[in-house]
């Protein structure tokens, strides 16, 4: 974005109406699902990286989840496989998962850390292997048609613990975690978890004062392709009930709910293809899409 044009007053106007948001969230823990365009556009990727810097150096503390959907879908390709969905969640066979590994832990991980820290930040990446940070279970999906009867969806994880002291960790060192969402089961076996899942999780641990969803879309849209910006979760429940909500969007909004149920004060699903959304939603009364109010 070119600021050339922009004069020193109102520069220096945009800087002091940060000014309230910079005080109430001082030191306060907001996660962050990184996903969709803004990991693919390289100027996107920028204006995230940066806004995540700029939200640590005035005193926050934000915590990154990240995806990776396209870029394993991309990988699978190469090796001639189909990436396949059952309600929103990918379907992991063994194969499959030795790629999300690859993909996740190792390449998106390192370059959004590299991009972090290119711009200032001190970031370190973590999957949640590491020191058995995030502990999972085999998930079983009821079917739709018959919910009594489960579906085996492979090597997907159902997140039972997650342990906090790593972040607190980190944050003493005011490091920035970037967090690829892997689990380890009991025997050490790895799962693949829905990021929004574990960002949604995270948030409830940390008692976070935020969890901001980055999407491909203006927020939570009506059926008519409007935008919802406030939301209760009784309303996201009739939403999902009535097929408002469906594919992709439901471990995100259901995360988001529960998030939203469990103490995290404010959920926010916002359009990641807007530059600078981050600093949008947390520092300025312009929000870029769809809070969800805890009642």
Wanted: glycine letters at 12%.
């Amino acid at each position: 974005m070119n600021t050339s044009s922009i004069s020193p007053e109102t520069k220096a106007g945009v800087l002091a109406e940060a000014l309230p948001y910079i005080k109430r969230f001082f030191d306060k823990t907001i996660v962050i699902k990184y996903g969709g365009n803004a990991m693919t556009d390289p100027t996107l990727k920028d204006c995230f990286a940066r806004d995540v810097v700029l939200l640590k150096l005035v005193g926050m503390n934000p915590v990154v989840v990240h995806g990776g959907g396209p870029q394993i879908d991309d990988l699978l390709k190469r090796v001639g496989k189909q990436g396949q969905f059952i309600q929103g969640m990918r379907v992991t066979d063994e194969e499959t998962m030795d790629i999300v590994e690859m993909v996740l832990g190792g390449s998106v991980n390192k370059e959004i850390v590299n991009l972090i820290n290119r711009h200032g930040g001190k970031a370190v990446g973590l999957t949640g292997q590491d020191g058995g940070f995030i502990r999972a279970r085999k998930l079983l999906m009821p079917n739709k048609e018959n919910p009594e009867e489960m579906i085996d969806i492979g090597l997907v994880g159902d997140i039972t613990s997650i342990d906090p002291s790593i972040i607190a960790f980190l944050d003493t060192g005011d490091f920035i975690p970037v967090i690829a969402p892997i689990g380890v089961g009991p025997e050490g076996e790895s799962y693949n978890i829905n990021a929004d899942v574990v960002a949604g999780k995270l948030a409830e641990i940390l008692q976070a004062e935020k969890l901001i969803l980055l999407t491909n879309t203006p927020g939570v849209l009506d059926k008519e392709g409007q935008l919802l910006t406030g939301l209760t979760p009784k309303q996201i429940d009739d939403m999902v009930s009535d097929g408002t909500l469906s594919g992709g969007m439901l471990p995100k909004i259901s995360s988001a709910v529960d998030a939203a149920r469990s103490g995290v004060k404010s959920v926010h699903i916002i359009d990641g293809r807007v530059e600078h959304a981050l600093l949008l939603e947390v520092l300025t009364e312009a929000g870029v899409g769809t809070l969800i109010k805890s009642k």
